[in-house]
Structure formats: structure tokens, C-alpha cells
């Protein structure tokens, strides 16, 4: 079954996305010593909840996302808009760009634009946990920054390595890479997805206040 991807009728009132499992520990020794160390095999876990009206696209859009129940793999979108062109003030347009010969998708949109431009400078390795990105001029990368790979991956900066100053960042990324990856792939900071499925089976089950509101709350796991 090939992946979904999110209905543009849904649209988040809060959102929870974090890696679990970033740390491992031995345990605490009789004098109370612990060592921890970071752990790159973190897992992306989510809760969102979507506030839903009268309008039936959001209801049945919702229903479709349950539908299929933890068999089902959907690309989230991680909803930050903290990346290098949100943060110059460069807002990427929305789903707005056509196929060449003018068609869209079903859905009435089209492709997004993506502003920064960030690719791989370098191939990256399985179980990498440093890249190098070549990023677009007069965009900066920062801590925290959220990006997704070809085919929903999500990866944060962890930290800065390295900038010559131009258009070229190494940095540390969690969790660390499920592939190799060959330069020039590439990166995607401003409309970043995680490729998820349902907690559990019956996660999100939508309770209609006078069969019209509702304000459910659904989890996700990454998918591998």
C-alpha cells in the first residue's frame, strides 16, 4: 500500500512531535552516579488534535485518516515553519505551483515552493549522524531546525559543525540516517513530513457534539 499523504481539510490546533528514546543510561550505581549518553536510534512520536465544524471535509477527511488503522503509513506534516526561508521572512508559497502543462492534483493544489534550496553537499552513510548541506545564499541553519528526507524521514540539527562562511553547513543530525543518501539529495526544511502510522487502533476516535463539533486528539509513531 503506498503511502498517504495528510488532507489539506485537517488542520492542527496543537501539535506534539518529538523524538523518544534520545538517551540511554546503565542505571544509577550505589553512590548514586548515573552515566547517560545520547542515543541516535530515537523514534518520532505525535499527538495532534484538530478542532473540526460543520464542514464535512474535515469530518470525512478525519475518518480517512483513521481508516485504515495502524496498517496505514500517512506523511505528517510536522507543522513548524522555523526553517532557513521562514526565518528570513521568505514565506514559501503554498501548494500553489502546477505540473508544466498547467494540470494540478485532484485536491485542486499543486506542488510547494521550496526557498532554501538545502541538498546534501556530501552522500551520507546509514547510521550518519553528521552531513553537510549545501543551503542556499543568505539562508542560515540554526539548532533545532527540522528537515525531512525523500520519502518522510525526519531528522533534526542537533548542532553546528562547521561554515565556510558561503553556502556550505556541517552538522549533527538526530536521529541518525535509516540510508545512504547520494549527493545533491534533497532536503527538505520548509514543509518537513514524518512518516508515521497510529499509535493504536482505536487512537483518535471522533465523538460529535450535535453530529457537527468535535475536537479530537489522535498519536502517531514513525513508521519504519
Known amino acids: 500500500m503506498a503511502d498517504r499523504v495528510w488532507p489539506p481539510a485537517l488542520r492542527f490546533s496543537q501539535v506534539m512531535l518529538e523524538p523518544r528514546g534520545s538517551s540511554r543510561s546503565g542505571g544509577q550505581s550505589l553512590t548514586g552516579q548515573e552515566q547517560i549518553v545520547a542515543s541516535p536510534t530515537s523514534r518520532w512520536v505525535g499527538t495532534m488534535t484538530a478542532p473540526l465544524g460543520p464542514q464535512d471535509d474535515a469530518v470525512l477527511a478525519w475518518r480517512w485518516v483513521r481508516a485504515g488503522g495502524r496498517s496505514a503509513v500517512i506523511l505528517v506534516p510536522a507543522c513548524d515553519g522555523r526553517g532557513p526561508a521562514h526565518r528570513a ?11 508544466s502543462d498547467g494540470a494540478r492534483f485532484s485536491d485542486g493544489a499543486g506542488f510547494a515552493q521550496d526557498y532554501s534550496i538545502a541538498s546534501l553537499a556530501e552522500g551520507a552513510a546509514m547510521n550518519a549522524t553528521q552531513i553537510r548541506i549545501s543551503l542556499g545564499a543568505g539562508f542560515q541553519l540554526l539548532p533545532g531546525m527540522r528537515f525531512s528526507m525523500p520519502g518522510g524521514r525526519l531528522h533534526e540539527v ?13 552538522v549533527k543530525i538526530g536521529p541518525w540516517m535509516v540510508a545512504d543518501w547520494p549527493v545533491g539529495t ?7 513530513v514524518c512518516r508515521m502510522r497510529l499509535a493504536s487502533d482505536d487512537t483518535g476516535a471522533l465523538n460529535l457534539a450535535l453530529n457537527r463539533f468535535a475536537t479530537p486528539t489522535i498519536e502517531f509513531v514513525e513508521a519504519f
Open 186 to 192: 534533497h532536503l527538505e526544511f520548509e514543509h518537513p
Open 158 to 170: 542537533v548542532d553546528l559543525v562547521d561554515w565556510d562562511g558561503g553556502s556550505l553547513w556541517t
Open 89 to 99: 521572512r521568505i514565506v514559501p508559497r503554498g501548494r500553489g505551483v502546477p505540473f
